[in-house]
């Protein structure tokens, strides 16, 4: 017997005007767990496919691969024989069909810290309509990750402060471990820039914003839901500021109704986004991805630009990624240790 499926926001009734419907994936996704090295990246991918369409490019997938599994998955494809060729011609049919949003994990958490703690939550951080606190994000995460382990520190005892199950007694031990952990990474000499990022961090600040997530103030999004800004970028994006996106999902218990209602929101509300005043989400359904072809493909889609971008080697994928992706533009992503350099 199945469950229910999760997550979602059923439209409202009688859409009307230009809509355009898109079916997403992602892969990647950690939970609250943004800080593991073996999975640095995570991809949004959405197609604009009829159920016929990514049907086709599903079959003809699967009739020159030895696997045959219900459900075709990227690391399937890229074990395949002619996994190049299969890339490729998946690729080419997916020309100006498909979109990715790339999220760099632990330069969102940097952003978090910046949308948090130094300006006003809310549900529109982490994606365009907030690039006015990019410019504190991207100097602090490139000068900080030059400090070493103080660095990941200094990350780890974030997640540790706003993680649900200690932001419900806010207590002064975690704060104080936060500051702390600012303190010996501002003890690296990071440059005026980053340094005065760290300093415009404030107690009562923290407090106020800890104080207010422990009893529940959904005003504020979750600071450890990267899935929420990737589906903003990813509306954004196949609205063109014009027309109204409706959502066709992988189940995702992190796309609540509450959550979505309030992006939905933040979206109509931004003149640029919506000059007629209605909200470019008209909506999410959310489906078993086994069950729907469209899905599927995101789901492949999204699997193989995320592989290629934690190898380095994100060449093929680059017409489909947003430049509006979560990630430092200047920053190579070999530059971190723990990825082994692979391409496929």
């Known amino acids: 017997m199945s469950l229910p499926l999760q997550g979602g926001l059923a439209p409202a009734e009688g859409l009307v005007g230009d809509l355009v419907e898109i079916a997403c994936d992602e892969s990647g996704f950690s939970g609250t767990n943004l800080l593991d090295a073996a999975s640095p990246m995570i991809t949004h991918a959405s197609v604009d496919l009829c159920a016929e369409e990514a049907a086709e490019i599903i079959a003809s997938l699967r009739s020159g691969s030895r696997y045959s599994l219900h459900e075709f998955k990227a690391g399937q494809l890229l074990r395949d024989h002619d996994a190049e060729g299969a890339r490729a011609r998946f690729l080419t049919a997916l020309d100006g069909r498909a979109h990715v949003h790339l999220v760099d994990k632990e330069y969102f958490l940097v952003t978090r810290i910046v949308d948090l703690f130094l300006a006003e939550p809310s549900y529109a951080a982490g994606t365009r309509l907030t690039q006015e606190q990019r410019a504190a994000a991207l100097v602090l995460h490139r000068a900080g990750r030059l400090a070493g382990p103080d660095w990941r520190a200094f990350l780890t005892a974030f997640v540790d402060l706003v993680r649900t199950n200690r932001r419900r007694d806010p207590g002064r031990g975690s704060v104080d471990g936060f500051f702390h952990a600012r303190d010996a990474l501002a003890a690296h ?150 990825i082994v350099r692979n391409p496929i």
Do not use: C, K, N
């Open 189 to 338: 000499g990071l440059g005026t820039a980053a340094e005065g990022v760290l300093d415009a961090l404030d107690r009562e600040q923290v407090r106020g914003v800890l104080g207010r997530l422990s009893v529940d103030d959904r005003t504020i999004p979750p600071p450890l839901e990267p899935m929420l800004p990737a589906l903003a970028e990813t509306v954004l994006f196949w609205s063109r500021g014009r027309r109204q996106v409706l959502v066709i999902h992988d189940e995702q218990s992190a796309l609540t109704a509450d959550r979505l209602r309030r992006l939905q929101g933040v979206l109509r509300d931004d003149a640029e986004s919506s000059p007629a005043g209605v909200s470019p989400l008209a909506g999410l359904v959310a489906v078993d991805s086994r069950d729907d072809p469209r899905v599927q493909v995101a789901d492949l889609l999204a699997g193989l630009a995320r592989r290629s971008a934690e190898s380095g080697y994100d060449g093929p994928f680059q017409p489909f990624l947003s430049p509006t992706s979560l990630r430092d533009p200047e920053q190579p992503l070999e530059f971190r240790t723990h």
